[in-house]
């Protein structure tokens, strides 16, 4: 499993970042895709998570309380790609985020050994 994440940077209040998450070797259209931040001293925050072709609601996102109705997941299948579009950006949502396999909740997150190696946003006036 190898997911490269993309698109992190500086941006101001009220931005707008979409990240972009590759992924190779494992069948992507097929797995459930989850977004996960980690704020500097937290610990790890569900963010995002998309289904993938084995279930009935393919392509179906779920989102957390915080970034609900600011944030967008969709994926790309033949690219193999995840996103996630930012709007209305916070200060609260600078952190490191991850692209994982899998799919997370508020009850849980998908296994560390199946995430990328992050891109850092951090929204700062």
């Known amino acids: 499993v190898q997911l490269v994440e993309s698109g992190g940077g500086l941006a101001q209040p009220g931005d707008s970042l979409t990240l972009s998450c590759t992924a190779s070797g494992f069948p992507f259209r097929f797995y459930d895709m989850t977004w996960v931040r980690q704020a500097p001293g937290k610990g790890p925050e569900w963010v995002s998570s998309i289904t993938g072709l084995v279930d009935a609601d393919s392509g179906n996102p779920s989102y957390s309380d915080s970034v609900k109705g600011r944030f967008t997941i969709y994926r790309d299948n033949p690219k193999k790609t995840l996103y996630l579009q930012m709007a209305s950006l916070k200060p609260d949502d600078t952190a490191t985020y991850y692209c994982?396999?899998?799919?997370?909740?508020?009850?849980?997150?998908?296994?560390?050994?199946?995430w990328g190696q992050g891109t850092q946003v951090t929204v700062s006036s």
């Open positions: 994982a396999r899998g799919r997370g909740s508020t009850a849980g997150l998908p296994p560390r050994g199946d």
